[in-house]
């Protein structure tokens, strides 16, 4: 079973940040956080990953709490592109190991 | 540069009937993932290959299924005598492993069977 808890869906307007929550509370120390996303008709796209900091990449930031029971992806100015489905997933970093995915938190941009 | 390519994108099957999928990895990915997405449901471990070896079959739901690498390429994922369960999406994922330990997905191909 998935390790993680997500809402269903989330609507968020078109140039807003579009912040998507992700409990995971019984994360083990040596696992990261992992944001993927799937887009219509797509396979599973790698976002960002992190363990205990911040993180921030070309597509989005990794806000992570400090005891690490939850975390949040901010898409900063969300564009019609970005309506998905998005996946948090806790895993062993650095391990080529299956990945376990949830159901995922379907996300749509509004215009 | 290329990405992962799964053939065919699209394929119907009566019940009973059995198929083949195909799964071209990125060059020089040493390990590779076979997933089943049914609808509205996240995808699910299948199988992992390193190279050739088959080292995880633990996800294969019945033994209809086989999925085999043998150069450590391209990969065949079969379903023999299909039931309308194994109607999903099927996805391919490679990862360079060892220097890094992403996967990357192909666009899948849609089973359904009738």
């Known amino acids: 079973d998935a390790k993680t808890t997500q809402p269903t869906s989330m609507d968020c307007a078109e140039g807003r940040a579009a912040n998507l929550p992700c409990n995971h509370s019984?994360?083990?120390?040596?696992?990261?956080v992992y944001w993927y996303r799937q887009i219509h008709s797509q396979g599973p796209q790698y976002i960002i990953h992190?363990?205990?900091n911040n993180e921030t990449n070309e597509m989005a930031s990794l806000i992570i709490t400090e005891d690490r029971k939850s975390s949040t992806l901010i898409l900063p100015h969300a564009t019609l592109r970005d309506t998905a489905v998005y996946y948090c997933?806790?895993?062993?970093?650095?391990?080529?190991?299956?990945?376990?995915f949830g159901k995922g938190t379907r996300l749509h941009i509004l215009p | 540069g290329a990405g992962v390519s799964q053939s065919p994108r699209y394929k119907v099957a009566k019940r009973g009937q059995d198929v083949a999928l195909r799964c071209d990895p990125i060059?020089?990915?040493?390990?590779l993932f076979w997933y089943q997405q049914a609808l509205g449901q996240g995808p699910e471990f299948l199988t992992y290959?390193?190279?050739?070896?088959?080292?995880?079959k633990s996800g294969l739901p019945s033994d209809r299924f086989f999925a085999e690498r043998p150069e450590g390429s391209v990969s065949t994922l079969k379903i023999q005598r299909t039931q309308q369960e194994d109607s999903a999406v099927y996805l391919c994922?490679?990862?360079?492993?060892?220097?890094?330990?992403?996967?990357?997905f192909g666009p899948g191909t849609r089973l359904t069977v009738t």
């Open positions: 994922a490679s990862s360079l492993a060892g220097q890094s330990y992403e996967q990357y």
């Open positions: 019984t994360i083990s120390g040596n696992e990261y």
């Open positions: 992190g363990l205990k």
């Open positions: 997933i806790v895993r062993v970093a650095n391990r080529d190991d299956k990945i376990i």
């Open positions: 060059s020089g990915h040493v390990s």
């Open positions: 290959f390193q190279n050739e070896a088959q080292l995880d």
